[in-house]
Structure formats: C-alpha cells, structure tokens
C-alpha cells in the first residue's frame, strides 16, 4: 500500500542466524489496524511467535518500531518501542525510550526493524538507506553500555541513533534494559537480556531521507500552535527545570512515595533527594528528545563525598527507586547508582526494587550476611545498594538470584518473600505506593506489560476523584487512561508528557495524525485500535500463561496485608473486597469474563476474530 | 559581523532548530538537511550540546574558492548562495577552516547557513532560547 505521509512503507528483517536480511512491504492491516509502535510489536508476535518459545531462545523476535507520527513536527516525537516476549515476565514485553534511532530509522526507510535468530557471536547492525550489515562486536561485548555507545560514535559520530546494551543485558539478566545516548532507558521487562540472547550489542542506524507527511504545512501550524500552548502553561517553568523530579515532592505529599520496599509511603529524607534540591544543587545540564519543546532530561553532577563528580540523568522513578524505597536519602549516592544502572543496563526501576525486596528480606531475619555473601542490606546501605547492583548485573552469588526478577526469587525463597516481593505478572512496580490508592493498584493490576506506570499513571487521577471512591466511574475513567497513554501515544509513537503534564489536548493530537497520513480518523478510531491492541495483548499472555485468573491481576499481598505505619495515613492498607470490586467493573466494562478473558463478542467486536480459536486450542472455553 | 550565537547552557538538544532550517529551505521533515547542525555529546565523564553553524567569516574562504560565484556576501555580511550557479564541486566545503559547510547524500549543493537573509528561522523555532543573532 502507498501512504500519504507517516508510514514509510517498510519492514527491515534481520534473521541473525542466518545472516540474512530482508525488506517487507507494511501492509494495509498492520498500518491502519495497528497504526505503530506496541501495535505493530503485538501483532507481529502474536502471528510468529510460536506458542511456550524460550524469550531467551533464538526462535524469540525482538521488534523496535516507530509509528506514523515518530519524528514528524509533533511534540516530543521522538520515541521508540522495543518489544518481545518478555523473560521477565513470560508474557508481552516493551517499552519505549526517547533517542534519535526513533526518527533516524524511519530516515534510513523503515518504519520498524523485526530481528530473529541469534548470532553465535557478539554483534551489531549497521542501518543506513543504502545498506544493511551486521557487523562484529567483539569489541564493543563487556563494555558498559555509556562506553560502547561512545565507541561506536568514534565511528559514527553523535548525528546517528543508536540502541545499545551493557553486560547486564549480555549476562541475560532478567532486569536489563536497552540504553541510548548516556542516560535514556527503554523496555523494561528484560528487554536487554532478548538482545543479550540474541549477541546483539547494539544498533547504529543513520537516515537521511525525508519523513514523509501528507499536509506539511498543517502539520507545521499545528506544531507552532501546540509549542505556544506548552510554553504559555503556567506549570512550563518548573517542569523544564525539574520535570519528573518534582514528583518527589508531589508523592511525598500524597504519601505514594514507595519506601522501604513499598512499606510506607511516606520518607522522612524526602527532600534531600527531591526536585527542588536537584534544581538548585545539582542539574547542570537539560537534555530533551526529538522536537521536545519542554525537555525533562535532568543531566545533574554528585556534588558531595566519595561520588563528587559522578554524572547522571535523573528522573522521578530512577531516584525514587533508589532512594526512599531503599531507605537512602544522599542524591550523591542516587546519582551514582542511577549511573551504574545506566552503564549496566540494568533496568533501574526493577533493580531497585530487587535491592529493596533484598533489604526487607534482611531486615525482617529471612536472610542474613550469610546468604549475602557478607552484604550487610539494611535500609540506607548505600555500599550494599552499590555491590549489590553489580552482583546482579554480573550474576554474582546473591545477584543471580536476584537477577531473575522479584518473582522468581521470591519463588524460590518461598514463604513470606513471595508477599514482598513487589511485581504484578513478574514486572516489578514503578514509583508510586498503593496501600492507599486502590485505583492506581488496579491501574497496575490490569497495566498489559506487568506493573509499569507508562500505562497505569493514574494515580492523580484518582486523588482527583478521591482516593476512596469504589465506583465503576473510577474504572472507566482508568480504561480512558489506558486508551491514551497505552494506546495513542504507544502507537504512534509519542511522548505522553506534553498531553498529561501541560495539557495539550487530544484533539491536537488528532489533527496532527491525520494532518501526517492523509488520513481521517477520530479519537474514537484510536480508542478502537487501543482496545483492540489491549484485547490481542491480554490473549498473548493468556496463550502463554496456558491459563487466566484473577490471581494475575491482583497486586502484592503486602498492601493488603501490612498496613502504612508513617505519615497522616498511617493505618491505611488496600482493602482486597474493594479492589475485586474493582477488577470485576474493570472486567465488564472490558468486556472480559470474570476471570479476566476476553469474551468472543468482545474479540469479534474488534476484529480479532482469529485470537478466539487460538485460545480454544489451549482449552479455553470462551464465553 | 553578526551571526547566530549559540548557548550550550539553554539549549536541550531537541534538533527543533534543524528542523526549522530544513522545513524553511527545502520544505520537508529531515534535520539532515539542516545548515545548522546540533550534537549532544556524552562519555562516561559527562555529556555537553554542542552547534556546528556557519560563523559568517568576513573573508569568508567559501566565496574565494566558487568558481562559478554561486556563494557570495550580501550587503550586510551574510553568505549568499545561489543555487542556480552551483555546479556542485564543493571546494566551499573544502575551503571552509571550521568544516560548517555541510553536504547531504541526496543533494548536488553544499548547506551553508544564509542566515535566512537576516532573519533566521532557527533562532525564532528555538524554544529554549538558546539561538541568538549577534
């Protein structure tokens, strides 16, 4: 099919195995079905991935895809999505991340790159319009990812786009990451260790064609005309000073701060690891994404102790991990382990949950220096945050363990540890505590990657509406939030930042996609294609899972159980009747049975048809 | 001689300037057609924008070496180029001490910042303010 604008058209396949590599033609359904990013990843997995592959086995494919908005004149356009069946987590794995490979793939011709197989030796691929290679990365294996990415620009130079991992990704650590141009992070659920598998170090891309769009010069009004909307909003100033780092604070405040391993949710240090402190002490550089008029990119300098001098790029999550959650209240220290993670690669939301479900476990006697290899992990260890990071990235004696995620550690430890350890599906929960924020549980509980808050941040929502409200309201309020952070923006592909935090409207961003494809679609289309994207990736973990139930969808038993002990709600915990309530209205209004599968009409309903024999293969009965 | 300015210090690396360049001389998205180029550059020891633009030298080398009088100097100082003289040899880009004559794959013609004439888009497009004319 020939676009108008947005779609370049193309397919790259690289089979690693083989050494070969082809070009396939976008088709109509995949376009206009699935328009990019996640829509394009599950679909493509759903149809070649054989049912119960090893993520980590050649027969996996790991899929890095823009949409038909990636790089054009829109704001903060400039993110990808690197997807897989996760190992982390054995269900649908992504994640975005802001780099330049975002507009310089679609510049080198293609809207998406498909890899397969797996090469018997260290390798990265080189893109360019005119060629393809694969290339040796023997030099560039062992490297921290920070370092190969400068190594390969010695070659390249620093106009190119890149993906790169370190030696966690390589050691196949199920917390690793995918990295890009020193600080930015994308897929979580062990997207690392699937280019790990593959002896894929990297990726260099170079593009020097022209993004194509239909009606430039509306594209081109509608971007001066959103640039002037962000820039006059009266909350622009302190977000390009602090950007997510303000919600330290702000968490603080509405006492979601993940502490002590989402014990509390309240920190007494809070504000020597806040945005105010980083602003004024520490931030010396801002950095920004593609055609990002409100960067958020905080580059900041330890300043003090053994760590003065060390760099990083923080963000609210990173240093909320790594600091309150782990009883740790030094930005220096934040800042050094935040670097760590980087040139890892290990995925720093995950990797400070595992150091904190570590500490809990010491603190409460489940294990002890004996099992730590004499790490002593009380709360506020900053030299036992610090080995420990490196024990698992190279899967050193307690780091292996730790290394396969909170999930399967806990399982293995059995007992207690397993309420403890803070994951939905396997992915570890990101920043935000929920002992007293049931509607952002369930935002968790029902996110479709694991409990990652790029789909479930609805937690000021939810304070809007009142924390306490049980009501289906609440829910179809969450299912709108999915459709647009989950659905709109990971497809097209977009950063959600200029819509959530300075309110540029939606319907700015429906113009500007039909302004870029020629196309004429409405807010409702997208939803449509949204939820026939969350339908096709619930049926992807239910195919993998051989099974569903509600069991899935629930949050850790700690928030149920062990109620805050700080902070003016102290007392509170999750009530486990409300949330079910919940999860039942989420299901309905889904259309999903009561053990959380999609019903045939609803699948019908979205032209998903084939998903329904698929799932009877597995013996499902669907309603 | 005024030319663009650039602050490291404001500037977020966003490439929005590229864009306006390639928009406002050939109309396309594609920041590899750019005649000002931005490059953020990191190491483990730190990261730092930097801007490669033409700095609109008074002798300027460029309009010596054209063969054909395609790159000249306006009234007020500005690189002009005129297209329609080029033959596309680039002893420009060769000629140019600082290398801030670019080329592009696709494109018989060397990109020099014209300074649109006095009033560039670049710096308008900014929105960190980091361009400046002076």
Known sequence: MEFKGGWVGKILRVNLTEGKIKTQNLSKDLALNFIGGRGFAIKILWDELPRGIDPLSPENKLIVATGPVTGTLVPSSGKIVIASKSPLTGGYGDGNIGSLISAKLKMAGYDAIVIEGASKTPVYLHITPDSV?????????NKGAIDADVELRKEYGFD????????????????????SEFGRAGGRP?????????????????????????????????????????????AYGKWIRQGTMMTIEWSQEASVLPTYNFSEGFFEGYSKVGGEIMDKEYKVLRKGCLFCPMPCGNVCIARKGRYAGVWGELDYENVAMFSSNLGIDSMDAVIKMNFMADQLGLEAISAGSAIGFAMELYSKGIISAKDTGGLKLEYGNVDAAIKLMEMIAYKKGFGDLLAEGVRAAAEK?????????????????????????????????????GAHHKDAWFIAWELKMGRDVISREKVERLIEMQRIRGGIFETFTVCRLPWIELGLGLDYY??????ITGLNFTLEDHYRVADRIYNLIRAFWIREYGEWSRKYDYPPEKWFK?????????????????????????????????????????????????????????????? | MSKIVFNPDKCSGCHICEEACSYSHFNVINISKSRIKISTKFSSKGVVHEARVCLQCDNAPCTKVCPTGALSKSEKGYIVFNEEKCTGCFLC?????????????????????????????????CPMGALEVK
């Open chain 1, 133 to 141: 290679e694969i290339k040796k990365a023997d030099y560039l294996w």
């Open chain 1, 160 to 179: 190119v786009g890149t993906l790169v991992i370190g030696p966690a990704g390589e050691n196949l650590v199920k917390i690793s990451t995918v990295m």
């Open chain 1, 190 to 234: 062990g997207m690392g260790a699937v280019f790990g598998s593959k002896k894929l170090k990297a990726i260099v891309c170079e593009g020097w064609k022209d993004i194509p769009v239909a009606d430039l010069d509306t594209v081109v009004k509608l971007y001066k005309e959103a640039v002037d909307f962000l820039k006059k909003s009266p």
């Open chain 1, 413 to 449: 430890i059995g007992g207690k540890a397993i309420e403890i350890a803070m994951h939905v599906k396997g992915l570890e929960i990101s920043a935000y505590d929920c002992h007293a924020a049931p509607g952002m549980a369930l935002a968790y509980g029902t996110s479709p990657i």
């Open chain 1, 510 to 515: 429906v113009k500007a996609f039909n302004a």
């Open chain 1, 562 to 623: 062990e109620p805050l002990t700080k902070g003016p709600l102290a007392g509170r915990k999750l009530d486990k009747e409300k949330y079910d309530q919940l999860l039942s209205y989420y299901y309905e209004a889904r259309g999903w049975d009561e053990n959380g599968v999609p019903k045939k009409e609803t699948l019908k309903k979205l032209g998903l048809d084939y998903v329904i024999s698929e799932l009877e293969k597995i013996g499902l009965t669907l309603r």
């Open chain 2, 93 to 125: 880009a060769k000629a140019c001490p600082y290398g801030l004559i670019f080329t592009h794959p696709e494109l018989k013609i060397p990109l020099v910042c014209d300074m649109c004439g006095g009033d560039p888009v670049c710096v308008k497009w």
